[in-house]
Structures are given as structure tokens and as C-alpha cells.
């Protein structure tokens, strides 16, 4: 058992000290995949890597279980790309349709790469995808949102490696289906 996941233990059974050494165990990484997310955006931003991770960690140390360490960098993963996505649409970006282009996620393999516009796209996408399948979902969000390799993806969500790679090559499939504007999943297909 790592440090990490004993410490999500202990303040799961309500240990008050536990909170105070969790976030020095985990901050150089959270720190790492903030600043890999906002190295790309365009100068004179006002969200810093520091104050995305500070405000992903206060969305994760309420009431929120975490099985282990690879659960919890998951939430990280997911409440960064809310945060990000927040940001987005608040700045005035397009909610739907019109503007969306095809996105290669192979290409844009981290959300630094993408522009707002495409950040929402892939957000509305990736909300249907989750609606369908939430592990195929959950392995996107690891790998595009927090910068993980397949292979550390895989081992945070506890696949064998052959079956992230067939999560992966459906999950992509979908998405580039979503953004292309293809079905819904509101059709019947069989």
C-alpha cells in the first residue's frame, strides 16, 4: 500500500491529520500535470499551474472516497478538466456546435494543445461518451486531461494493457464520430 492511498484511508476513517500530509505527497505531481496543461496557453493568462492545482485539491478533499492512488490522481484528472472547462465556457466560447472541427486526439495528446472551442467540443463529447461507456471515458480523461501515458493510464484504472488498447481504439473511435458530428447514440442502432 503506498503512502498516498494509506493517507486517503486514514482521512476516510476521519483522521484530521491525515488532510495536512496528503497534499505535500501529492503537490510535485499535481503540480507537474497543471503546468503541463497551461504551458501552452496563450500568454497573459491569469490562471497559473499553482492555482489550478489548489483549486482541483479543494474539490477533492471533501466527502469524496478514494480507493487508491490511482483513484485519486483520476479525480485530480477530473476536476481539472472541469475547472479548464469552466474557464472555458465562461469565456464566452461557443456551447454547441456551429465552429466544431475534426481534433486528432492522438496529436493533442494533452489539453494544452487544444483551443477553448475545442476543449468544449471534446467535453460534450466526452460527457456522452461517459454516458456510454465511463471506464473508456475515464481513460481519455487520464490520458488528455491528465497528460498520463497509455501504459500509466492502463495501471491507474487497473486494465490489463490489451484491454485499455481496445478502451482506447473504441473511445477514439467515438469521440472522433461525436466531434465529427455523427450519431448520437439517440438513434437505434443495433
Not at 35 to 55: C, F, N, R, S
Request: charged share 30%.
Amino acid at each position: 500500500m503506498s503512502d498516498v492511498t494509506r493517507i486517503l484511508s486514514a482521512i476516510e476513517q476521519g483522521d484530521s491529520r491525515a488532510a495536512e500530509q496528503l497534499l505535500p505527497l501529492v503537490y510535485d505531481e499535481l503540480r507537474k500535470l497543471a503546468a503541463v496543461k497551461l504551458a501552452q496557453e496563450k500568454p497573459g493568462q491569469t490562471l497559473q499551474a499553482t492555482a489550478l492545482v489548489h483549486e482541483a485539491y479543494l474539490r477533492l478533499v471533501g466527502d469524496q472516497h478514494f480507493d487508491n492512488r490511482g483513484h485519486f490522481f483520476g479525480a485530480a484528472a477530473e476536476a481539472m478538466r472541469r475547472i479548464l472547462v469552466n474557464r472555458a465556457q465562461e469565456k464566452g466560447c461557443r456551447k454547441r456546435g456551429g465552429g466544431w472541427q475534426r481534433i486528432d486526439l492522438e496529436s493533442v495528446a494533452v489539453v494544452d494543445d487544444a483551443a477553448d472551442d475545442q476543449l468544449l467540443a471534446i467535453h460534450e463529447a466526452l460527457e456522452h461518451l461517459a454516458r456510454e461507456s465511463p471506464v473508456c471515458a475515464d481513460l481519455v480523461k487520464l490520458r488528455f486531461f491528465a497528460g498520463l501515458n497509455h501504459d500509466e493510464a492502463a495501471t491507474a484504472l487497473g486494465l490489463p494493457r490489451r484491454t485499455a488498447d481496445r478502451y482506447w481504439a473504441y473511445a477514439r473511435a467515438r469521440l472522433y464520430e461525436l466531434l465529427a458530428g455523427g450519431p448520437t447514440g439517440d438513434d437505434n442502432r443495433s
